[in-house]
């Protein structure tokens, strides 16, 4: 699980399997999204403690942000 809190995903990278399932739940006082810089994702503004979830089903580097907050930026490595 990432935490989206505090204006940063938590933790900022992460490794999962081809297959793997990643949930964000996002804890913070304003709302953010997850959106993939490839577009291949992304979610809806979400904020007090709701959660959203991605399978990975292709092997590589995916980066992220917040549409909201560009400068929130985060990986996800799917081997």
Not at 6 to 35: E, I, L, Q, R
């Amino acid at each position: 699980m990432v935490e989206v809190k505090n204006f940063a995903f938590m933790p900022a990278n992460v490794t999962v399997p081809v297959g793997g399932k990643v949930t964000w739940k996002f804890d913070d006082s304003t709302a953010h999204t997850v959106t993939a810089d490839d577009n291949s994702f992304s979610s809806s503004p979400m904020q007090g403690g709701q959660t959203f979830s991605h399978t990975f089903t292709t092997a590589g580097t995916v980066k992220y942000h917040c549409s909201i907050h560009p400068e929130m930026i985060a990986t996800i490595v799917v081997k």
